[in-house]
């Protein structure tokens, strides 16, 4: 079976092929609803979002299936993982595009997986996802995605303190150079200011 460094490339072109038949779906559409108005006309956002949702309908998703469960995969793989093959992992999806936007969307459809005390290792998955992203999404990117999977794993039962300690150990601890510092990001996230005002208030709701 081959590595998922060997299998980075074909994930990667299928995900490429798949938002380009996407795209040209969606400007056939756009032209068949709206003719000679196509041309005229941006196309309001509500617009395009309808017209990307029925373009997904007619090209399919397997593509974007296959692309999700590699990102799973490679969570998972990042959480067993010595320190060189997670820095690697970090480095390596970075370079790829489409992946590494999946990276994210992963780890922000984590919470919605979480619905038993059974399901604490989708937890460390979308932590893992989190910590391959290594801040690039965004400050308040990161802090609302931890802030959800910290709601969720408390309404499933699971005590995140733990999980993101495990987590946070394997994380990017930063360089005197700069880094993102997503060891300390993820150990001490319950005691930021925006955990205070963001997500404490929250826990019993």
Not at 69 to 95: D, K, N, S
Request: with cysteine.
């Amino acid at each position: 079976m081959a590595t998922w460094q060997e299998r980075l490339d074909g994930v990667e072109a299928g995900l490429r092929v798949w938002r380009a038949a996407v795209a040209a779906e969606a400007q056939r559409l756009r032209r068949e609803r709206r003719g000679r108005l196509a041309r005229l006309c941006p196309p309001r956002p509500d617009e395009l979002a309808a017209l990307e949702r029925d373009a997904r309908k007619t090209v399919g998703e397997q593509a974007l299936t296959e692309g999700s469960a590699f990102i799973e995969e490679v969570c998972a793989r990042f959480l067993e993982a010595g320190p060189q093959e997670r820095a690697l992992i970090r480095a390596r999806l970075g370079a790829y595009d489409e992946l590494f936007a999946l990276l994210f969307a992963f780890a922000t459809q984590s919470p919605t997986l979480l619905r038993t005390a059974e399901d604490a290792n989708a937890l460390r998955l979308g932590l893992a996802a989190i910590s391959i992203d290594d801040g690039r999404a965004g400050v308040e990117a990161v802090q609302t995605a931890l802030g959800r999977l910290w709601l969720a794993a408390l309404r499933a039962g699971i005590d995140p303190k733990p999980h993101f300690q495990a987590v946070a150990a394997l994380s990017n601890k930063g360089t005197a150079g700069g880094g993102a510092f997503m060891r300390e990001t993820l150990a001490g996230f319950d005691e930021t200011p925006f955990f205070q005002r963001e997500v404490a208030p929250r826990r019993a709701s």
